[in-house]
């Protein structure tokens, strides 16, 4: 009788066991953007895309100090993660996103944890500290993700998303950033009080680079990567000034303005809103491309937009084979007059 | 003997910027025979960035490495005659150069940086071909260096590079100590066309050659290519006469605004 009991209970514990063998070595780590305490633009999507891996969420939040991190914290909470790391370094409070300081301690929690998975979003900030963190494993990451097929297979785009790739990770922990507009943003709940712990280094980092400034570009539309309509220009636009136009235009729409290389080389937008290959990849609801001849590297930006509408001058713009809506028309004529008659 | 530091720079040759790419028939792979190819635009700019330093006499010497097959050497030549002063070629068999992956690469640049005791390392923030923007923080990471990435102005000090970085919401600036990694963004520079005179003095230059297996490095791939595909194509072409129409079309058909 005991000896059954006892039996029992040793099946039942070595199942809890197994359990929290499972737990512990199937998570999936997601890294967030430190430099704002609100959520930042793309997790959300990356959660999603997370979510398909089938693994407990695990947060990864860099921060000087857990109370430095709290705010970040409460705005997580809500996705129901298994737990939240705080990744502590003291000099993350004066330069918060520094990749020599982060990096060592995202690739020590994920061994720790004995996480499958490390997940980020496409931001400047991802791109930065997680070719670091899977150097530092010794595992090639995936980039841009767009599409998970299964736990270790992963579509992207290569050529400027002129094509499509499925690879498949033969390494121990996939280190992964995934495209935002691929993913239906995570719907936040009530939050869920997961367990916050703090994690230090026990690698210690190297030599690390110093903070001088920061010159962030002011603004009350809504970010070129959140925005649903995105009115962007050319070179056609001809100088800075007359970017105003496409400001009315957005303003009415409820939307923001992004820009083509040749705009922003020209001096006529600001870096950050460049849309393309290299710039940013936008996925709005409508795109509304003006002075925009549609260079290969643009399209890359700008071509999974659900309605996609092109004012230019000249019918022979490539950009025409991919609008639905194609007007030839002089953009400082059509584009006040569209405003007037929203 | 000179203090200054010395800068590496990796370059890749892949299919040039404006090719239309095809995906070959089988899913294995893009076409990439009787393709033109060219030096991929950001290391263009790294070269450039280096060169520039060392015509400033800020940098003692500029060392280009490229790793892949034989016609590799054709984009060192092209960073020879902007000025590079010597290259090293890192080869490896014609054909293998798709399943080539940054890590493998950022392993083999690292083992260079280490050999040609460089002091900065300078890449392109990502090939255009396979876009992966992953090379030059590996190659910190490999190294325990500090990265600089997503570069658009670069200033040689004593002993630490200042540098302005691209990011999100607008510009970044950061110092650097050295030795160190920077990889180059757009906006950084205009690359100069090589004249022909520096074309011919390139011929001359001297390019060593070594392999992976030489710097004790395995570059077998960690990724298997499943298949690779056409996007899905968009029903494209549509026109409309006016403002009007446009809007009309916007408000009823599409739903958009």
Redo the contacts between chains.
């Keep these: 009788m005991f000896a059954a009991t006892r039996s029992v209970s040793a099946a039942a514990k070595l199942a809890q066991a197994a359990r929290l063998a499972s737990a512990r070595f199937n998570s999936t780590l997601v890294l967030v953007d430190p430099s704002t305490g609100a959520l930042p633009a793309g997790t959300l999507n990356a959660v999603s895309a997370a979510t398909q891996l089938g693994h407990p969420i695990t947060f990864v939040v860099p921060a000087a100090s857990q109370a430095a991190a709290q705010p970040l914290i409460d705005n997580l909470q809500p996705l129901a993660p298994a737990k939240i790391l705080v990744a502590a370094n003291d000099a993350l409070a004066a330069?918060p996103t520094t990749?020599?300081l982060i990096?060592p301690l995202v690739a020590d929690a994920a061994k720790a944890a004995g996480a499958t998975h490390v997940v980020g979003t496409t931001?400047?900030?991802a791109?930065?500290?997680?070719?670091?963190?899977?150097?530092?494993l010794?595992?090639?990451?995936?980039?841009?993700v767009t599409g998970v097929v299964d736990k270790d297979?992963f579509t992207r785009?290569?050529?400027?998303?002129?094509?499509?790739?499925?690879?498949?990770?033969?390494?121990a922990i996939k280190v992964l950033t995934v495209r935002p507009t691929a993913f239906a943003p995570a719907a936040p709940g009530s939050p869920a009080g997961a367990p916050v712990e703090v994690v230090a280094g026990a690698t210690a980092p190297?030599?690390?680079?110093?903070?001088?400034?920061?010159?962030?570009?002011k603004s009350d539309r809504p970010?070129l990567d959140a925005a649903k309509?995105v009115i962007a220009g050319g070179r056609a636009l001809k100088s800075a000034d007359n970017f105003k136009i496409l400001y009315d235009l957005a303003d009415k729409?409820g939307g923001t303005v992004g820009a083509s290389?040749a705009a922003?080389?020209a001096g006529y937008a600001?870096?950050?809103l460049q849309i393309g290959?290299?710039g940013?990849v936008v996925a709005p609801?409508?795109y509304i491309g003006c002075g925009i001849s549609g260079a290969?590297?643009h399209l890359a930006g700008m071509?999974d937009s659900?309605?996609?509408?092109a004012i230019n001058k000249d019918a022979e713009a490539p950009i025409?084979?991919?609008?639905?809506?194609?007007?030839?028309?002089d953009l400082f004529e059509?584009v006040p007059?569209?405003t007037n008659?929203? | 003997m000179s203090s200054l530091p010395r800068i590496l720079v990796g370059v890749k040759r892949v299919i040039d910027y404006n090719v239309k790419i095809a995906v070959r028939a089988d899913k294995s792979w893009v076409e990439t025979a009787n393709v033109k190819h060219s030096l991929n635009p950001f290391c263009e700019i790294a070269i450039e960035e280096a060169v520039r330093a060392k015509e400033a006499k800020k940098v003692a010497e500029v060392i280009a490495v490229s790793c892949g097959p034989a016609k590799a050497q054709e984009v060192l030549r092209t960073a020879l005659a902007m000025g590079a002063d010597r290259a090293v070629h890192v080869e490896i068999p014609e054909g293998t150069e798709k399943t080539l992956e940054p890590l493998a690469v950022a392993k083999v640049l690292a083992k260079v940086a280490e050999k040609e005791k460089a002091d900065v390392v300078m890449l392109g923030k990502q090939a255009i071909d396979d876009d992966a923007n992953q090379t030059g923080q590996m190659v910190a990471g490999i190294l325990g260096w500090p990265q600089a990435t997503f570069a658009s102005k670069v200033e040689f000090a004593d002993k630490a590079l200042t540098v302005t970085r691209e990011i999100d919401g607008g510009l970044q600036t950061i110092k650097t100590p050295l030795p160190t990694v920077v990889t180059a963004d757009l906006r950084l520079n205009t690359p100069r066309f090589a004249s022909l005179p520096n074309i011919m003095k390139a011929k001359k230059k001297p390019l060593a050659k070594l392999s992976p297996a030489d710097l004790g490095i395995d570059i077998s791939p960690r990724l298997e290519i499943l298949k690779v595909e056409e996007p899905p194509k968009r029903q494209g072409g549509g026109r409309v006469a006016s403002v009007d129409e446009l809007i009309d079309k916007l408000k009823n058909e599409a739903k958009v605004i």
């Design positions: 330069h990749p020599e990096a931001s400047a900030f791109k930065d500290v997680l070719p670091r963190v899977a150097a530092l010794d595992v090639q990451a995936v980039s841009d297979t785009p290569i050529y400027a998303g002129n094509a499509i790739a499925t690879v498949k990770s033969k390494d190297g030599a690390a680079s110093e903070f001088v400034k920061e010159e962030l570009v970010t309509v729409l290389r922003v080389d600001d870096n950050s290959q290299t940013k609801q409508l290969i590297q071509k659900k309605v996609i509408v025409f084979q991919v609008a639905d809506y194609g007007l030839e028309a059509a007059e569209m008659k929203l």
